[in-house]
Every structure is written in C-alpha cells, then in structure tokens.
C-alpha cells in the first residue's frame, strides 16, 4: 500500500493562500519605444519613482520598460480592478537582488488589496524580439511578513 503525503502549507483562516486572480498582458515593444521616444514624461507618468530609477539604470531600454507595463496591467487584472481605481504608479513592480520581479501596492490599490483579501501578488515578465508578456497571481490572506510593519505599502 502507498502513502500519499500532502505536503501543502496549511493555513489557518479560510482562503489564506487560495487564488484570488490571475492577470496576463502583452505589449508590442515598439509601441512603447515611441511613446518614450514622443512623450519625455512617459516613464514618470506611469512608473513609481523607484521603478523609473531602474529603467534609467538600464538605458531606457524600450524591451524592460515594456515588460514592467504589461506587469502592472497584468497586476491590475488580477486585481479584478482598473486604473480608474487607483493610479498607475499606485502599482509597483521592482526587482529584488536576483532581478525576480515583485509587486508592491500603496494607496488606494493597497486598500483594494486588503478589502479582497489579497495578501501578495506574483508576477512573472517574459520577453521576445518584439513583445513583452506578463502573468500576475494574486494569493488570498494578510500577507507576508514584510506587510505587517505599519508602513502603507504591500509587498
């Protein structure tokens, strides 16, 4: 006879860890290539200051800007909400030590978040020559440790 063992985490409140929403996005890399090249402030309109430092670092490169758009769409959709909700820089999608992509939300998205029980957002960007994709998951309960400090963001 076999033993199957779960190994899943269990949680201890009802929807903690459960899938709350998925998101995906793609983009046309050259799409924002123009709307940089045409609008000066195209960065800093829809990027957080942390996250435009990064682009910045990069060169401006039209292939991660792309990539860090289709992952707050992505966001957005997992979310169940709209920009008309909170603003895009609202959505922050940056990078840890690894270059692994990880959202962090304030204001009003942030509130969003804890009305629906949504303690952390994954995300993943994937790129081609000419397009830039984007999958968010967003898991049930009061997120991780790093939520819990009393600042008003969500990682």
């Known amino acids: 006879m076999f033993i199957i063992e779960n190994n899943i985490q269990r949680f201890g409140k009802r929807g903690e860890g459960m899938i709350r929403?998925?998101?995906i996005d793609i983009i046309e890399i050259e799409r924002i290539r123009r709307a940089v090249e045409r609008h000066s402030g195209f960065?800093?309109?829809f990027f957080a200051p942390e996250?435009?430092?990064y682009y910045r670092k990069r060169g401006m490169n039209a292939s991660s800007i792309a990539g860090g758009f289709a992952a707050k769409e992505a966001v957005v959709k997992a979310m169940g909400a709209g920009f008309g909700s909170f603003g895009w820089r609202d959505?922050?999608?940056i990078r840890n030590s690894r270059g692994?992509?990880?959202v962090k939300v304030r204001g009003a998205a942030k509130?969003?978040?804890e009305g629906l029980g949504i303690g952390r957002i994954f995300v993943s960007i994937s790129h081609s020559r000419d397009y830039a994709a984007a999958q968010a998951v967003a898991i049930g309960g009061d997120g991780h440790e790093d939520c819990n400090t009393g600042?008003?963001?969500m990682y």
Do not use: M, N, S
Request: net charge negative.
């Open 21 to 23: 929403g998925i998101g």
């Open 43 to 45: 960065v800093d309109r």
């Open 51 to 53: 996250e435009a430092a």
């Open 91 to 93: 959505v922050v999608v």
């Open 100 to 102: 692994k992509p990880e």
């Open 111 to 113: 509130d969003l978040c």
């Open 151 to 153: 600042t008003d963001e």
